[in-house]
C-alpha cells in the first residue's frame, strides 16, 4: 500500500473511532516526535530502554497518541489537508487539520498540525509533528478534565 492510501486509511480509522493501522505501515522502528521532541522523552524514558521503545515507536505510539486525543475531544476528526512529494532525502510533508469538541469546555476545537515523514526503502521511518504549543496545552488541559 502507497504511503497516500496508508495515511487516508489511518485518517479514515480515526475518524471512525477506529485505532486500526494498516499493515506494515508503522513499522517497531517508526519513531515520533512532537515539536522536535521525541516521543520517548515525553513518555519520561530512554529511547534505549525496551519497554519505553515498544511503547513510543511503531503502531502501539500511534495508538497511544490518538487514544490521548480521542479523549480529550468529544467527536474528533481528523482531515488531511495536503501532502507533498518526497524530497531529495526521501521526506513527505503533509497538513492537518484537527478538529472537535474539549471534553472540559463548551467549546470548539480546530487546529492545524505538519507532519514531516521521513520514508526510506518503502517505509514510513519517522513522523515529526510541528503544532501550536498553545494547541498543545488547550488538549492537555482538557485530558486532565
Same mark, same amino acid.
Given at each position: 500500500?502507497?504511503? /497516500?492510501?496508508?495515511?487516508?486509511?489511518?485518517?479514515?480509522?480515526?475518524?471512525?473511532?477506529?485505532?486500526? $493501522?494498516?499493515?506494515?505501515?508503522? #513499522?517497531?522502528? #517508526?519513531?515520533?516526535?512532537?515539536?522536535?521532541?521525541?516521543?520517548?522523552?515525553? +513518555?519520561?524514558?530512554?529511547?534505549?530502554?525496551?519497554?519505553?521503545?515498544? +511503547?513510543?515507536?511503531?503502531?502501539?505510539?500511534?495508538? #497511544?497518541?490518538?487514544?490521548?486525543? @480521542?479523549?480529550?475531544?468529544?467527536?474528533?476528526?481528523? $482531515?488531511?489537508?495536503?501532502? #507533498?512529494?518526497?524530497?531529495?532525502?526521501?521526506?513527505?510533508?503533509?497538513?492537518?487539520?484537527? /478538529?472537535? @469538541? +474539549?471534553?472540559?469546555?463548551? /467549546?470548539?476545537?480546530?487546529?492545524?498540525?505538519?507532519?514531516?515523514?521521513?520514508?526510506?526503502?518503502?517505509? +514510513?521511518?519517522?513522523?515529526? $509533528? @510541528?503544532?501550536?504549543?498553545?494547541?498543545?496545552?488547550?488538549?492537555?488541559a482538557s485530558r486532565r478534565a
Open positions: 500500500m502507497e504511503i /497516500e492510501e496508508s495515511l487516508d486509511a489511518i485518517v479514515a480509522a480515526f475518524n471512525r473511532g477506529s485505532l486500526d $493501522v494498516p499493515a506494515n505501515f508503522l #513499522t517497531p522502528r #517508526t519513531t515520533f516526535s512532537l515539536n522536535s521532541r521525541s516521543y520517548e522523552s515525553i +513518555l519520561g524514558g530512554s529511547p534505549d530502554d525496551p519497554l519505553i521503545r515498544l +511503547l513510543a515507536r511503531g503502531a502501539a505510539g500511534y495508538r #497511544t497518541a490518538a487514544k490521548a486525543l @480521542q479523549y480529550a475531544l468529544q467527536g474528533p476528526r481528523v $482531515v488531511l489537508e495536503s501532502l #507533498t512529494e518526497p524530497d531529495d532525502s526521501g521526506v513527505r510533508t503533509a497538513a492537518f487539520r484537527v /478538529e472537535g @469538541q +474539549l471534553r472540559d469546555a463548551d /467549546e470548539p476545537f480546530v487546529a492545524g498540525a505538519t507532519l514531516r515523514l521521513g520514508c526510506a526503502e518503502g517505509e +514510513l521511518r519517522s513522523v515529526d $509533528v @510541528q503544532c501550536a504549543e498553545g494547541d498543545l496545552a488547550r488538549v492537555a
